[in-house]
């Protein structure tokens, strides 16, 4: 059966000398086995296409600007995607920097004695310090990062 399949495509290649040529083919699937045939041979017959393209075409002259825009527009999108990653990233520090100066002020909240409050209060105030501290010198390196992508993407556009 294979023999017969590459005689047919070597016959419809050989013969049709021309640049493109699709050969239509339908294969069915039966109880003995897989059938091919150029009519359909069953109700559940599928049909294929072969293309065969003469191999001596010869490729266009400009294919390197083809290519070279074609990882342009690859790099662009590269870059845009890791700036749209940045922003997030950026407003997920937004999140955690509320959520942690919520639980430092939910800790003043709780019913305590003076004393205990005042404690309380001095160590919110560095715990406050801190995060936004963090905060700060994050946001700082993701707003340097982005401001680089965003100065190379417009190299690029």
């Known amino acids: 059966m294979k023999a017969v399949i590459l ?50 075409i010869e490729a266009p002259k400009d294919f390197v600007k083809q290519l070279n825009e074609l990882e342009r527009q690859q790099i662009v999108r590269n870059l845009e995607a890791e700036i749209r990653s940045n922003k997030h990233k950026l407003a997920i520090l937004d999140r955690e920097r509320d959520r942690a100066q919520f639980q430092q002020e939910q800790r003043l909240n709780r019913i305590l004695s003076d004393q205990d409050k005042k404690l309380i209060e001095k160590d919110i105030k560095q715990q406050l310090k801190s995060i936004n501290k963090q905060y700060k ?13 965003e100065k190379k993407l417009e190299r690029y556009n």
């Open 7 to 56: 005689f047919l495509f070597s016959f419809l290649f050989f013969i049709y000398p021309t640049k493109q040529f699709a050969a239509q083919y339908y294969k069915c699937t039966t109880d003995k086995g897989t059938i091919f045939s150029q009519q359909p041979c069953g109700s559940r017959a599928t049909k294929h296409t072969i293309n065969v393209t003469d191999p001596n």
């Open 137 to 149: 010198q994050d946001v700082d390196v993701l707003t340097k990062k982005l401001a680089r992508l």
